[in-house]
């Protein structure tokens, strides 16, 4: 069946596939049929147990009926309506539910159609609102060593992971980088937030009496680094670059793409740490992975500073948009979605059975070639010991293998980062444990 069914897909020489090892995958190509739960249907009809939830996107599980309908229904209904200078009424039904459950702060919200989309979007917020306040001399922006935000010009600029900056200069300039707190001496097999590392966040207040206060804009954080290897931030760390922020009037960006909706067991990582930004950057669990969206969350004070500065009630405040943006169908779909996360208690039950997820990831400690294990709320990333010459190698055949077995992981480097959707229940966390036990203790 699986052959049958490989051969007959059109096109397969023909899709150029994102962030994939092309050559790799046509030779041995893997093809999901269906969804549903927190498992897919390979195409050989074997069932795939979803440990990474899609892409960290999929938090509510698949195949949501809720979802579905109310995709069906919108797109019946009005299948597109334009974004500028119009609008329909499930955006701002949409913008006023979204606003209920961020930090309370936040209370604008621009709409995108990615994660990378939403990163681009906050940047530019930043840089025009202080152009319109006068201060055109604050323009660097801040980011950390290892973040990921996105794959856009600006998001890669303030984006730390080197591989995907290769090859792409010149990049957006003005843009600084702290150092970021993974230490495996210090913190391997942290349960939770580090205790060691605090006083990596004394970097930005350095970097700040280097430049000058007045020339820095922002500071873009992934309060927990995903994609780089579930980094988790050190006990204060984060309330610490929130205060030196607010001692040198620096706005703060969270960028939530991943840890949003749930993941951490609160509706958002600021809520988890309980510390505020001034804006926020979401997608991925918006819809559920049904649709593309994203979002920007702003303060007040953001929006009205730019509407101050706008002297004439027909000049566009801000001009920046696409074409999707607030789509009809996207909004229904997170309707839903936001619907759903609250219907079922799923940041709760995130919460709930969290420190059994803890537990049972932990309990790879010992393994071979496992260095490092690491966890917050439902993420936990297993770092592996590099083979010598041949990075990325161990865990990507861990990753064959586990796929062959019937468990979905993701490998970021050599470190297996993992989020299984919010429905995950105990018996299936115990079967992604011993999958992928079994297939570490296998390997060389």
Same mark, same amino acid.
């Given at each position: 069946?699986?052959?049958?069914?490989?051969?007959?897909?059109?096109?397969?020489?023909?899709?150029?596939?994102?962030?994939?090892?092309?050559?790799?995958?046509?030779?041995?190509?893997?093809?999901?049929?269906?969804?549903?739960?927190?498992?897919?249907?390979?195409?050989?009809?074997?069932?795939?147990?979803?440990?990474?939830?899609?892409?960290?996107?999929?938090?509510?599980?698949?195949?949501?009926?809720?979802?579905?309908?109310? $995709?069906?229904?919108?797109?019946?209904?009005?299948?597109?309506?334009?974004?500028?200078?119009?609008?329909?009424?499930?955006?701002?039904?949409?913008?006023?539910?979204?606003?209920?459950?961020?930090?309370?702060?936040?209370?604008?919200?621009?709409?995108?159609?990615?994660?990378?989309?939403?990163?681009?979007?906050?940047?530019?917020?930043?840089?025009?609102?202080?152009?319109?306040?006068?201060?055109?001399?604050?323009?660097?922006?801040?980011?950390?060593?290892?973040?990921?935000?996105?794959?856009?010009?600006?998001?890669?600029?303030?984006?730390? =992971?080197?591989?995907?900056?290769?090859?792409?200069?010149?990049?957006?300039?003005?843009?600084?980088?702290?150092?970021?707190?993974?230490?495996?001496?210090?913190?391997?097999?942290?349960?939770?937030?580090?205790?060691?590392?605090?006083?990596?966040?004394?970097?930005?207040?350095?970097?700040?009496?280097?430049?000058?206060?007045?020339?820095?804009?922002?500071?873009?954080?992934?309060?927990?680094?995903?994609?780089?290897?579930?980094?988790? !931030?050190?006990?204060?760390?984060?309330?610490?670059?929130?205060?030196?922020?607010?001692?040198?009037?620096?706005?703060?960006?969270?960028?939530?793409?991943?840890?949003?909706?749930?993941?951490?067991?609160?509706?958002?990582?600021?809520?988890?740490?309980?510390?505020? !930004?001034?804006?926020?950057?979401?997608?991925?669990?918006?819809?559920?992975?049904?649709?593309?969206?994203?979002?920007?969350?702003?303060?007040?004070?953001?929006?009205?500073?730019?509407?101050?500065?706008?002297?004439?009630?027909?000049?566009?405040?801000?001009?920046?948009?696409?074409?999707?943006?607030?789509?009809?169908?996207?909004?229904?779909?997170?309707?839903?979605?936001?619907?759903?996360?609250?219907?079922?208690?799923?940041?709760?039950?995130?919460?709930? *059975?969290?420190?059994?997820?803890?537990?049972?990831?932990?309990?790879?400690?010992?393994?071979?070639?496992?260095?490092?294990?690491?966890?917050?709320?439902?993420?936990?990333?297993?770092?592996?010991? !590099?083979?010598?010459?041949?990075?990325?190698?161990?865990?990507?055949? *861990?990753?064959?293998?586990?796929?062959?077995?019937?468990?979905?992981?993701?490998?970021?480097?050599?470190? $297996?980062?993992?989020?299984? !959707?919010? =429905?995950?229940?105990?018996?299936?966390?115990?079967?992604?444990?011993?999958?992928?036990?079994?297939?570490?203790?296998?390997?060389?």
């Amino acid at each position: 069946m699986s052959k049958k069914i490989i051969k007959n897909i059109i096109g397969l020489d023909k899709y150029w596939m994102p962030f994939t090892a092309n050559k790799q995958f046509r030779s041995n190509p893997r093809i999901l049929l269906k969804a549903k739960g927190v498992y897919y249907t390979k195409s050989n009809g074997g069932k795939l147990l979803d440990a990474t939830s899609g892409l960290w996107c999929v938090n509510a599980g698949h195949g949501r009926k809720e979802i579905s309908r109310a $995709i069906k229904k919108q797109i019946e209904l009005i299948d597109y309506s334009p974004a500028f200078q119009m609008g329909h009424e499930k955006v701002f039904r949409l913008a006023e539910n979204l606003s209920n459950i961020l930090p309370k702060n936040i209370n604008k919200i621009f709409f995108t159609n990615s994660g990378s989309e939403a990163v681009e979007t906050s940047l530019k917020i930043v840089h025009h609102y202080y152009a319109l306040a006068d201060k055109k001399e604050k323009r660097i922006i801040i980011g950390r060593e290892r973040s990921y935000h996105g794959v856009n010009y600006g998001g890669i600029s303030v984006s730390g =992971i080197q591989n995907n900056r290769n090859n792409f200069g010149p990049l957006i300039t003005q843009i600084k980088h702290l150092p970021h707190t993974h230490n495996l001496e210090k913190n391997s097999f942290s349960r939770g937030q580090p205790k060691w590392g605090t006083h990596l966040a004394d970097n930005l207040e350095n970097m700040i009496k280097k430049f000058g206060s007045k020339r820095i804009a922002a500071v873009i954080i992934e309060p927990i680094a995903g994609s780089t290897g579930v980094h988790v !931030p050190p006990l204060g760390y984060l309330q610490k670059i929130r205060k030196i922020c607010d001692k040198y009037n620096i706005l703060l960006i969270f960028d939530e793409v991943i840890t949003g909706f749930g993941r951490t067991g609160n509706a958002f990582a600021s809520n988890a740490f309980k510390v505020n !930004p001034d804006i926020i950057v979401l997608a991925k669990g918006l819809t559920n992975g049904a649709v593309p969206m994203g979002a920007v969350g702003v303060k007040k004070e953001i929006y009205e500073t730019i509407n101050q500065y706008t002297k004439s009630p027909f000049a566009i405040e801000f001009p920046h948009g696409y074409t999707y943006s607030g789509n009809p169908v996207s909004s229904a779909a997170a309707l839903a979605t936001l619907n759903l996360y609250k219907k079922e208690k799923l940041f709760e039950k995130a919460k709930k *059975i969290s420190k059994f997820w803890e537990d049972a990831v932990h309990s790879l400690k010992g393994l071979p070639k496992i260095i490092d294990i690491r966890n917050f709320g439902l993420m936990a990333a297993i770092e592996l010991d !590099p083979i010598k010459e041949e990075p990325t190698k161990r865990a990507f055949e *861990i990753y064959l293998k586990c796929f062959d077995n019937g468990l979905l992981i993701r490998t970021t480097g050599d470190t $297996i980062a993992l989020s299984p !959707p919010l =429905i995950i229940n105990k018996k299936q966390i115990e079967k992604i444990i011993w999958i992928l036990g079994k297939i570490i203790k296998k390997s060389n």
